[in-house]
């Protein structure tokens, strides 16, 4: 594709150099005018010679490789924003929990999993706690979390 072109480009050059060779040579006049206009003539024939001899396919942009390149970067990018969207609501709903402990004056740390839910975006799956059982947080956690008894952990520390 690159010596195509580089063979077009260079034609286009030694057109342009001839005309311009033979327009100094042609007397002022009626015959200059005829001169550069048949110069004119050639230069465009120059220009438009790949589309005329068929030598387009030299100059494909192979688009569909980079339709794909660009497709795998979009799906890339989307799986980052996915991540780190399920980072963030785990951190939050941790957080939560961490305060309704407060609240209730147990000292608690949660570590909490997310999957993907029915609308596509991540929801709080199952939930790790260090500290004491208590039944109250272990409620709010199923019915304000909708995360159910069966997927919440409860590792209690001994003082």
Not at 15 to 42: C, D, H, K, Q, Y
Not at 69 to 98: F, H, K, N, P, V
Request: charged residues 25%.
């Amino acid at each position: 594709m690159m010596e195509s072109l580089r063979t077009w480009l260079s034609s286009i050059v030694a057109v342009t150099l001839l005309i311009a060779m033979a327009e100094s040579l042609v007397p002022e006049g009626t015959m200059r005018r005829v001169a550069g206009f048949t110069g004119g003539l050639v230069l465009l024939l120059a220009l438009v010679r790949p589309v005329l001899a068929g030598g387009l396919p030299d100059l494909t942009l192979e688009t569909e490789k980079w339709t794909a390149a660009i497709e795998d970067q979009q799906a890339s990018l989307s799986r980052q924003g996915e991540d780190a969207l399920a980072a963030l609501i785990a951190e939050r709903t941790a957080s939560y929990i961490w305060d309704k402990g407060a609240a209730l004056g147990l000292e608690v740390k949660a570590n909490v999993e997310t999957r993907t839910g029915e609308a596509g975006l991540p929801v709080p799956e199952r939930v790790e706690l260090e500290g004491p059982y208590s039944k109250e947080l272990a409620d709010y956690i199923t019915h304000e979390l909708n995360i159910p008894p069966e997927r919440q952990v409860w590792n209690e520390q001994e003082n």
